[in-house]
Each structure stands twice: as structure tokens, then as C-alpha cells.
């Protein structure tokens, strides 16, 4: 095809050709082409079928509206390729064809449409039931656009990035560009969100007078120049919004130039005040075939040719609602396109001029004629046009139908915000009413057409921006609005829904294959507002979300039943506005987990990582992972485990003792110096949440430990339940400060010995007890003997920064000795066969203190602390309907439950927490939350694990804990 | 037995030029290839101290005046002093030999290994952090230096922006020290459009020295 | 987050730098001759105003402080002290 390469309008260039490739066949297309626009200028007609009836479907509009041209690209599926630049090699094909959207071989459906009433997938095939299962397979397969595979990947580059600002205008139109300018000039921080590449909105593509010979396009040129030069107007261009909220927060994402990082990025903003300067789409004009290839738009047909320099067709019929339409054809006219007729809506009130010009160039005009049918199998063949009142028809033959009914505000961001809307007679819309707090409406989306009150009232609306940022006085809003009164105001639009036709195959949706046959069968049923309509026959739920039907809908629907007034309203809109990748919304995907000091060197010794809330902690040292080698060493030898993800925190100050009491039940006004004390906190029901040990560094001066879980709410929940008191202390976190080694095992001792200066023997370093010391005179280490693994063993809290030499001289000292790594789940197993508890394995949300066993940590006489959880705890002590930890083994030897298994008879009696095979014992063992009834010792448990059936295993309460019951290896 | 060595939260891919041993510190002055800028300098061997006390006004931790609005930070002898809130303040060591000790004074943490302490210095630093915060650095009602307690890149810190002016802009931050490894990924992948590179700590001296 | 919560140190933030802390209820009673009932109430008994409440917040990505705020529930938009639907009066 020849395409224009002189128009001052256009944005292709034709001498830089790019090649694609559409359904295997090499096609070029011109530098700055969309897919569609490309596909276009090489003859494609038909870019896919549609979802239900598999009807052919091509160019309508060209900002994506509609699936129509919802293509696979790149092996992306439903690319919008009306707002998808073209690139070189692009891998193009069709969806939702079987065959080619040629020769579609589901064509046939189209025919079948009576069977398919709306909603006839509640209705039909559910009786008999035995066929249900049968055609519901074959529904979801005929469900949706697009084909994606479990495993597809997104391929691309994601990225995102947060703004703040003063005032987000949303339009980079003549208004939006005029309220961008107006606030910047108030020295405002501005940011414009533009949905097509390039601003100027309406002015862009016209050539029609602005003022002074000046054309409209060239005026968008002068503003956007205008626009680019402020530095402080941040402009985001083929920027879409997606989404506008409460507190001026707009969201929406930017699609990457060539040179850009990202294909797609998230853009989120947060503004004192917001501009929507959205303008119109055309209202879609509904009659039989109203979306067969060769009917499109009127701003389609011109920009077609202005922007993408192409001739939408040869012989072209219009059938339009609005001088727009007369404007369009008349600038396609004189670019060639042959005219055979246009059809106006209108009786009257169309622009003298235009009508001067169009009997000058013998056009045939008929007034108040319409479209009542568009011929052709696959492509528009002839047209049929009728009188508004049905009576006279007449057949045009042409290869190109440009039909609008009128046009049709973009209110998404202002009703997403919560923003109301009112049906207006003199312009036939639906318009804003009442407005979000801090956000104004300008431009077009008024009802405005003239070009100077598009401006002016875009410029009201920046000074209205302004103001709400303290940058502008009431006196130059009233100035503007008084000139933006004295221009030419809102203008009439038609009111035409539908042409006088059944609507059997009208189409008022196109994503959906919804026709105005179904909206009345959906009325007949009694679904007879918009909310239920959209719902019953799925008009508005597509991709396009409610672009096509949108106003259509709600008009048709009053006029179907004859409402005395238009109180119905448009179907809501929701976010996304415009169809968004999920990957566009993850954005960059920066992974954020917190490694130990050892992270490094436990991945060179073979460290198997996993991500256990925000830690990755090392959980298993080979890839056995009952980790026998592992558990046997501690038991045997001695290992080495990096805990440092273990809470730490420094509390101090005069009212430290109070705070510690509160939230710790047992009494922390007793902590002697040396010693470590083991204690618990609780939820205000008795629950157990935290454990750890505390040991006092000076006068009301203490280090605490908690669980890893809990480090990142430990100020919090201290902070919490102290809020009203008013106290003196300090809390600081030193979770990171300190890395943790511990060093377990019969032979740990002989291994610190060799690192440090002073006497470690047992009378000197006990059990419980709480040591400083340096090593090599520099590093100060914080070491506590405690048993948590049922072994001799060192904790040793060693400044982060030296944790790798520490370790280093450890594993050094330890080599004699085979000293090895252990990981968390080595850990879990040795805590276990010593029933030591972890919260969040032998506890969940409902387990309190007395429930664990723990019961000996809570003192009771200190009310006047306020300890939370003590009085629910005094509560429980009497409750005989609580779970019991109980400690059980395998009848029989036999093989171990997984955890989180059933305990049951009859009913459900409790759970299985932890359970494992124990090399120290030889047999499976664990622990288990049961009925009171079931705790006693001896007692049989019955065993239920997930899809096992009937099949149960049984195990037997024994005493608690199962290893070395006297406690003496890890006092030795 | 093996030499005692300090080693940072910071680790970059890119080889050290020139180093020096500073307390244990092996501390690079200089990287290979750090380029025209935006710089990347690691600083979490700079002592950094955490200041708890009701009475706040009464302190004058190292003879420097607290500022008295949260948030705000003040720049006096090499040591910033950030406002955190009623009762307590940080205190970052930024130049001479990094061997400002904990003062003998109540209230005092020492909290260098509690963090990683990053310098972020050049035209696009605002640019770089618009991908990875929603936090207002162009803020106008702020004024340099100042405080933000807020998220960066999903993750708690603390951001002192120092200047805003053009090439000499630059901000500190210092984040959980666990958070070392991805938050220096997230930045210099949010910075690689801008050719954020890595250097050493003259880069970060002769800044300071130009504020 | 659209939600936006004015800490007293930080200003202005986004709402996903807070952690809730539930209704403004007035300071732990005392433990003595305090009834099982009276004590659930405490801790579980909300209000559920629709409308303007006094709730707490916890600053958990920035300062770390508590503070309460006023915040129609009905919107989600924080308002004025004055503007708090319950009479402050019942509580004490």
C-alpha cells in the first residue's frame, strides 16, 4: 500500500521500514506503527474472532477499547496491538480461531447464536446432572481470549517507580496540557500522564482552525513545546492510568521506548490535588453487524490517515451523530477516500460550515438517516441505511462504514474515586456530579467542543489545583471561570442508542459477544438495571472494561423501558482501567531477605538455604534430609549452628524492670547478674507468643533474647503494651549486631577452650550461667551456657562484623575433633528428642502457657505489674477443655506421622506438632497437642493423616522429654 | 591462628584498587571502574551510635546541639546527629579515622553492626531512589540535612538526604545489616540505567568535604 | 495503599508503613476484683464505629512510635479530632 508521507500530522516515518512476522509470513511495516496500524497497511482485515460466536473482528478504534485486535505477540497472549508500538522481528499471531481468523472453523457458532441466550450457561446443561461435568469442560475450553501454559514466563523488563507531586493532571490534551501549565506556572511540581505516545490529545491528528490560521494541530504543538519546556512538568507519555484513590493516590504504568530500561514500568503518584483531562471516546453505534470488519470509528478513519498516513478504505458510507464525523470525512475526502454517502443522525443544529463544504463537494448528505446493517460475509460489502423512524431504506455499496452514535466522556479516574455521575439532557452524558475531594474535571469530558473552552476550562482546572496546594487566590479562579463563561459551552449530543433494528446480531459489547437481543432478554428476566444486566450477560466484563458498552448500556436500557427520567447509571468501573500485565504491576521484583554473617561461608560448606520468614537460613548440610550425620554429631561429637537469627535487644532505663514485667510472666525483678533467666510472653489470652532468655548487664540494664520469629515485633509489642504508662526506658534491637554460634556437642568445650584466655571448666562456666570475655584481646563475646539441643553447649554472641573469624577459629580449633555444621532442621530433630518446645510448632495462636508445659514460668503475685496474659491465664487454670502437649512414640516401631497429622476417635481430639524418626533413640517419636482426656500416660492415640482413607497409625503417650530425662548432658 | 578480621555487610562485585587497614577494617579508598558517577560508597566501618533519654534537650552528645524538630539532622565536626523522634537520636561518625569510641555516658548503644551504612552521591541519586521509595526527597518544606524513618526498596531505614543541589547531591542510608546483600543488589540494579558504580571512600571524603 | 496516616514524628506516610493497633479503649484496668467478663470486654469488645474512631497505630517502617489518630471508617480518610462520632465522655 502507498502511504502518506507529507502530512505535517503524521508519526510514521515510511522510509524506515520495520519487518514483523504475521502467522509465519515477513510483512513491513513504517517506524513509529502500531502492530495494528501495520497490520492494517498490509491488508489485514481481520485480526481475530470474537469469544463467543468466533465472528471476525478488526480495526474499530485505535485506543484498544475492545479485544477486537487482542493479538499474541512475542508469545505474550492478548496484546493490545492498537496501543503496541511495532518492533523490528515481532512474532505476530491470532487468537481464538481454529484454522485462521480467515477460515475460522468455529464460524459456524455465529449460526448457532439462538442457543446461547444470555446467561445460558445457568440455565442449560446442569439437568441432567451426569452432564454437567462434560459441558463444563467443553465451556472452559471455549472460555477466554488467549492460550497461556502453567509455566509460561513473562518475558520483558518490569520496573517501577513512586512520584510525589503537587498536581497529577491525567490528559495530556489541550486541557490537560493547559492545567499542567497553569499550576507549573505557580510554581507547582507537575506531573502529566499522557495515554498515547505523543500530547495534544483531539488537536493532534485535526486540521481544522484553532485561531488566527492556526491549526488545531499545530496548537498542540505549540502547547506541548510549552509543556516540555518547564522543568518543573514531569510528562509521562503511552502512560496509562490504571487506578485513582483515596488521598490523590494514581496509579498507572508507562510503556518503554526503545531506549528505555523497561518495557513496562508501574508508575505510582502520590499528589496534593489531581486533574482528570480525560476527553471522549466515540459512543458506539449499535445496528446489525455494527462490528464487522470495515466499520470503525470516526476518529479511527482519520487518524488512520493523519497519524499512520493510510486511507482507511476505498469507498467509504458514514453514518454519524455529531460534526466530528462531518469534519472526518471531509479531511478524508480530500485525502482521496471516495464517499458515497453521509448518514446524520441529526435533524438539525449541524455547523453551517461544514455543511457548506460538504454540498460543495456534492457529497450526499442525508439528515436523520442511520445505519440499520452492514453486509458482508467476513468484510463490510454494502450498507444499509434507514431513517431515523425506520420507514425508507436504501443499500449503499462500500468497503468501508464509519459509524458513531456520539460521543462518550472517560470518567474511569473520577468514578474509581469514588466520584459520582448525572445524566445530562443537552449533552446526552453522563457527567461528573459530584467530584472527588481535590480532583477536577476539564477539557472535553465536560461536553465541551470548542476549542478555546476546551483550554480555558483546562486552565480553571490547574488554578483550581493550585489552589488546594495554597499556590493560587480565589480571585483568579473567579477570572478564569468568568472567561471560560463567556465561551461557547457544552454542546448538544444525539440521542440515538440504537438504530431501529431487533438486535440479534447488534452488538452492544464486543468483548463479550453481547447484543441487544440479550440485554432484552435479560430485562425480560427481570435483571433491569445495569449492575445485573452486566453480570447476567457479561456486557462490560471484558478486557475493555466497559469501554464500548459503557454509556451504551444504561442509555438502552431507559430507553428499552420507557423511564420517564435517566436515574439509572453507568456500571462501575474498577481498576485496572486499561488491561495491565501482572508483571507490570510487580515491577521491579526486588527480593528482600535478610542473610546471617555466615551466610557466605555456610554456602561454600554445602549449606542447603531456605527462606524462613524474612531470614535464609541454612536448614540442612547435605542432601539427606533426616540429617542423621548431622543430629549423631552433636550427640557424639560437637557441631557448630549459626542462630543468629535469634531476637536480641537491649533494654534500659528506670522503668526497664516494669516493662519487663509486664510483658514477661514470670518475675524479672530477680535477675541476678551471671545467671540466665528463661522466661515467656504471653498475648492478653494467656497465649504464648515468645520465649527467650534475658541476663542483666548492669542497674536496670538488660539483654534480651527472643525467637526469630518474634524479633520484628518485639518493640512493637513492648512499646504496645506500655503505651499508657508513661515510663522511662530505652529499647534498642541488636538483632543484626550480634551474630549467634552455637557450639553443641560432648566435645564443645574442649574446642572454646583452645579460643579463649579463661577458665571455662564447669565449676567456672556452669549451666544457666552468663559470661563476657574478649577473644585475642579484641573481640568481645556475650556467651551463655544453655541446653536447648540436650548437649553441652556454648552460645556465643559475637559482634557481627567479626562472626567469620570467630567461626573461622572455631571450626580451626574444632578440626582435631571433625568438629561439622549442623542446620535448623538438625536443630529441630535434637530440641525435640529433648522436648524442648518451639513456639509456632507446639503452639499455635490458641496455645497458651499452661497448655506447653510452661506454666512454672508464671509468677502470680505481681498483679500490680499488670502482666499481660495473667489474667486470662488464671482464667484457663481450671478449664479442663484445653489441648495438653503430650509427648507420644510409635506403636510397634512403627514409621513416623507427618506433622500436623489428626489425633481422633470419633472426633477430632488434637494434632501431631512434631514427629520424627530419632537416630538417638532409635524409634519415631514426637510431640502432640490432645485433650485432656488423652494425656495421661499409656493412653493409645489414634493417628489420621491428610488422604490416607481409612488407613490410621497409632502411637502411645510416653513420658516427656525422651532423651537424657535427668538433664545431666547438658550440666555436664 | 588466623588474623581477626572486621568485614562489612557490603560486598560489590567490582575488584578494590586501593585499601587500607583501619581497626580491623580492611576499608577500600578506591575501586576499578568507578566511572563519572552516581557513586556507590560502602561507609558501615564509620562508627554509628544510638542516644535514648526523656530528657534530650539537657544531652550534647560529643559538644553537638540536638536539633529540636523530628526528623531534622545536623552536620557538626564530622558527626551527623539525626533527630529520630522525642526521646532519641542517631549519631553517624562520617570522617577522620573511625575510632570515635562509645562515650562513658548513660544512654549510649553502640549500633555500627546493627546496619549497613551506604553513601549514595551524584545528579541522578533522586532518580535512583523514585524506583525504590515513595518517600518525598524533593520535599520542599524539608531542608537539607534531614531525617526519613521510612521504607526503602520494602525495607525499614534510615535516609539523611545532605544536599539536593544538582552534582553535589547525596544521601546516606543505613538498613538492618541482614538486608546488606539484597539492598545493595536492589540499588545498584535501580541505578545501572544511571551507571551507578561502586567506590571507594575518597570519593565519599572529598564530597563531604565540599558540602 | 490509598490510605494515608499522619504519624506525629514522620508526617504524612503511606498507609502500608502502619501497623493497626485496634481501637482506642483507655489504659489496662486493674487486676483486682476484675471479673472474667469485664476483662474479655476489654481486650475483645470493639465499638465498630461506622463513622469517625480514635484507633491506635504503630509506626513499624519508620520512627517506631504509637500514637492514635482519628479515622472515618466509612472512608477511610483521616479527619479531625473533633469529628470523633463516640463520646470521649464514656470513657471516663
Known sequence: MNRFNHLPTLKIDTAQKISFIHKGKKYYGAKGDTIATALFANGIRIFGRSLKYHRPRGLYSLDGESSNTMMEVDGIPNVRCENTALKEGMVIQEQNVKGSAENDMLGFLDKLDWLMPAGFYYNVMHKPAKLWPFAMKQIRKAAGLGKISPDFKMPGKYDEIFLNTDVCVIGGGPSGMMAALSAAKKGLRVILMESRPWLGGCFEYRSREYQNRLTLHERAHQLSKEVESLENIRVFTHASVVGTYNNNLVTGFQVGKQKDVFDERYIEIRAKSVVVATGCIERPLIFDNNERPGVMQTGCALRLAKTYGQLPGKKAVFSIGHDLGLEAALELHDLGLSIACIADIREDGQDPALLKKISEKNILFLKGWVAVKAHGRKLVKQVSLSSIDGLVKRKFTCDLLVASAGMTPVTGPITVAQGKLKYDTHTGFFLPDVMPEKMYAAGRIMGLEHPLSIETSGKLAGLKAAFDCGNCSIQEIGEAKKDLENLSGPVRGTKLVTAPVKGRKSFICFDEDATIKNIKQAIGKGFDVPELIKRFTATGLGPGQGGIPGHNLPLYVAKYQALPDISIKPTNVRPPLVPTFISTYAGAGHQMFKITPMDEMQRKDGGVFRNIGVWQRARYFSSDFSCQKEIENVRTNVGILDGSTLGKFRIYGPDAVKALQRVYVSDMSKIKEGRVKYSAMCTDDGCVIDDGVVVKQGENDFYFTTSTARAGQTVEWIRYHTRYDGWNFALVNLTDSMGVINLSGPNARKVLQKIVDMDISNEAFGFAEYKEFKIQDTVPVRAMRLGFMGELSYELHVPSSYMKSVWLMLKEAGKEFNIQNFGVEAQNVLRMEKCHIILGSESEQRTNLLDVGLGFLWDRKKADAKTVGAVALRQAENDQTRLKLVGFKMENNGRVPRDGSLIVDTKVRGYVCTARNSFSLKEAVGMALVEAPLAKTGTRLEIFEDECGDHRIYGKVVEMPFYDPEGKRMKM | ?211 | MALTITCPVCGKRNGYEFKFGGEEKGPRPEEKDLTPKAWCDYVHMNQCVAGVQKEWWFHKDGCGSWFTIYRDTTTNLEKEAGLANHQEADKS
Not at chain 2, 48 to 58: H, S
Not at chain 2, 113 to 123: P, Q, R, V, W, Y
Not at chain 2, 127 to 149: G, H, V
Not at chain 2, 170 to 188: K, P, Q
Request: overall charge negative; charged content about 25%.
Open chain 2, 1 to 211: 591462628m588466623k588474623e581477626i578480621q572486621r568485614i562489612s555487610p557490603v560486598e560489590f562485585k567490582t575488584s578494590p584498587l586501593k585499601t587500607e587497614k583501619r581497626n580491623n577494617w580492611e576499608v577500600v579508598m578506591e575501586y576499578s571502574g568507578e566511572g563519572g558517577g552516581p557513586y556507590l560508597v560502602d561507609l558501615s566501618h564509620k562508627p554509628r551510635f544510638d542516644l535514648q533519654d526523656a530528657g534530650l534537650a539537657a544531652r550534647k552528645p560529643f559538644g553537638i546541639g540536638i536539633p529540636e524538630t523530628f526528623g531534622s539532622s545536623v552536620l557538626e565536626n564530622g558527626i551527623l546527629v539525626n533527630r529520630m523522634n522525642r526521646t532519641q537520636v542517631s549519631l553517624y561518625c562520617l570522617t577522620g579515622q573511625d575510632n570515635t569510641g562509645l562515650p562513658d555516658e548513660p544512654g549510649f548503644t553502640d549500633v555500627t553492626e546493627s546496619t549497613i551504612f551506604i553513601a549514595l552521591i551524584g545528579k541522578e541519586v533522586f532518580s535512583i531512589c523514585e524506583k525504590l521509595t515513595a518517600l518525598d526527597f524533593m520535599n520542599p518544606e524539608r531542608k537539607t540535612p534531614f531525617l526519613y524513618q521510612g521504607p526503602f526498596s520494602h525495607v525499614p531505614c534510615q535516609i539523611v538526604t545532605l544536599s539536593r543541589d544538582k552534582e553535589t547531591s547525596g544521601i546516606l542510608l543505613t538498613c538492618s545489616r541482614g538486608y546488606g546483600r539484597d539492598m545493595i543488589h536492589a540499588v545498584l540494579h535501580a541505578g545501572e540505567e544511571f551507571s551507578l558504580k561502586p567506590a571507594g571512600e575518597n570519593r565519599f571524603t572529598s564530597w563531604i568535604k565540599n558540602l
